[in-house]
C-alpha cells in the first residue's frame, strides 16, 4: 500500500533540497558547470537532510528504493556528484505540482481512496509488517488470525476456532457454562436488531470460511487491490465485534 504524505511539507523539503544542492554547484563567481563539487560545509548541510529527502521522494514518486542523494564520486578526490539526487528531487517536485490536475485529466476518477493505517487498529497492526514486506496474503492470514485470536480473548473459548468460534459466539441460543455470546445490543424484539444479530453469525464464519482458509492454505499471493479489500471487511466485523455486548450465562446459586 503506498503511504501518504502531507504535499504542502513534502515540497518544502524538496525545494530545500533542491536550492541547497544548487548552490553547493556554484563555483565562487556563481557559475554552475559540473554535476560534482568539493565535499564541505555546503556539502555537509545536504548531508544532514539526506535521509529524510531520499525518504519523501520515495513516497512521492513511488520508488521502493533511492539511492544516496550525495555520492562519492571515485576519483581519487574529494569530490560528491549531486545532479543524480538534484533531478530525483525535481521529477518528485514537479509530480506534487500537477498531481491533482493530473488526476483529474487524465485518471478522470474522483472516487474516494481508503488508507491502509485506517481500518481497524488490530487488522492493521497484525498485517502491516507484512504487508509492507510484500507478502500480501499472508498479511491477511495474520490479520484474521489476530481477529480470532481477540475473539477468543474477549469469550474466554480456546477449545474452538475460526467459524465455529464465530457461529458458537454468535449464536441465537441463550449462553450456557463457559459458552457466552457475542451480542448486538438493543431490544431483542427490534427487526434491525434481529437483523444486526443474524447478519454477524453469518458474516464472521463467512470471514473465516472465505477469507483466513483460503490465505492460509493457498501458495499463491493476493494482488493488492484484493488483499486490501479482504483487510477492509475483516476491518468491519472487528469494528461490529467491538460494538457487541458479552453475555455470559448465570452463575449456578450455592
Known sequence: MPQSIDPAWAKEVLGWWVEHANAALMDDKGRREYSFCS???????????ELQT????GVVLGLGKVDALVRPVPSGHNFVELQSGLDLARRALGKLATAEETARYITGSSAPTMAADSLHP???????????????????????????AHVQDLTGRRDVSDSTLMAQVFSSNAPEAGKPRLRWPGVNTDLTVKAMRTGLSQFGQGCFMAIRNPATHSTEDLAAQEA???????????RW???CELVEAPKPHS
Not at 502491516?128 to 495474520?142: C, E, F, N, P
Not at 486490501?228 to 472487528?238: G, V
Open 39 to 49: 565535499s564541505g560545509p555546503r556539502t555537509d548541510v545536504l548531508l544532514t537532510r
Open 54 to 57: 531520499r525518504r519523501v521522494i
Open 122 to 148: 488490530l487488522i492493521w497492526g497484525a498485517a502491516s509488517k507484512l504487508w509492507h514486506d510484500g507478502h500480501h496474503a499472508s498479511a491477511v492470514q495474520r490479520a484474521a488470525t489476530f481477529l480470532n
Open 228 to 238: 486490501l479489500e479482504q483487510l477492509a471487511i475483516l476491518s468491519t466485523l472487528a
Open 241 to 243: 465485534i467491538d460494538g
